[in-house]
């Protein structure tokens, strides 16, 4: 069997334009295991068209190998299990009835969610909840520009992206991005002081290390770049920003309503069962 899928993936890789063509023909076999067998059309399912020979032929051994394997541990547990172990029908009735339960809760939500969180109850929440916000790492907004010291356009970048102006903002952005390494604007949205020291390579703290005033400057001594973030804001500790905590409250307030009405669909079923004597609990005779 080896033998077989070592040949025949071989001649995949060799070929550049037809790797699964010569892998297999039509309506014929590419493996077999046991009375088990593995056809062309199965194989094309898995792997994507125009893609590399080698790539086909790899894909192609992944496939083949992972079918085999799941019928050879198969063939071995229906030898070595015994009767009761080999009886899954508890099992797959169970799966049937979780499955059922999921597909019906997900149409029940969607029926009757409301999606809409307004800045409003996002606000109230937060207010209500301002000690669960507290910043374990500072939150900044920034612009960030990497160039090259000897840039000719180095200074004009770093003047402009301090600029309060709009036409110089668009200015630097223009020129930052068509002659620098690397660019973002991201003076309007907080960003976690990790996510901000990852764009130096650098942890956090010894990003905070280089901020003198409003410019947090470092230049790597191996290399030619100077990378240079100017701090529009930055908070260091205490609650977080209401903008900056929005996306989740709002997950919090949506995670709040599926609860509620999974708490209300399961106390209709239950009541409306009673009623209709279609649930019944009989109550134990001493």
Not at 164 to 173: I, P, S
Not at 236 to 256: E, F, K
Request: glycine content about 2%.
């Amino acid at each position: 069997m080896r033998k077989i899928l070592t040949y025949l993936l071989l001649a995949a890789a060799l070929c550049s334009c037809n790797a699964i063509s010569s892998l297999v023909h039509d309506d014929q076999v590419v493996a077999k295991v046991g009375k088990n067998k593995l056809y062309r059309s199965e194989l094309e399912q898995f792997i994507p068209n125009m893609i590399p020979a080698a790539d086909s032929a790899r894909l192609a051994e992944q496939y083949i190998n992972t079918w085999a394997m799941d019928l050879l541990y198969l063939d071995m547990a229906e030898k070595e299990l015994s009767k009761g172990e080999l009886d899954v029908s508890a099992d797959l009735e169970n799966f049937r009835r979780s499955l059922l339960k999921y597909r019906y809760e997900q149409r029940y939500i969607n029926d009757r969610l409301d999606t809409l969180v307004t800045d409003e109850q996002i606000r109230q929440y937060y207010q209500a909840h301002e000690a669960d916000f507290e910043l374990k790492r500072p939150v900044l907004k920034v612009r960030f520009v990497d160039v090259m010291k000897d840039s000719p356009n180095k200074d004009a970048i770093l003047s402009m992206m301090t600029s309060q102006e709009y036409d110089e903002l668009q200015r630097a952005d223009t020129l930052a991005k068509s002659t620098a390494l690397r660019y973002f604007d991201s003076s309007d949205t907080w960003m976690d002081a990790n996510e901000l020291a990852k764009s130096f390579g650098l942890d956090y703290t010894q990003m905070l290390s280089f901020l003198k005033g409003d410019m947090i400057r470092y230049e790597p001594e191996d290399r030619a770049d100077l990378m240079v973030a100017y701090v529009c804001d930055i908070r260091r500790s205490g609650p977080a920003p209401l903008d900056y905590c929005s996306g989740r409250i709002r997950d919090i307030l949506m995670s709040a309503r599926k609860h509620d009405l999974m708490n209300s669909l399961e106390r209709d079923l239950l009541e409306n069962a009673l009623e209709r004597k279609q649930f019944v609990i009989y109550e134990n005779e001493e």
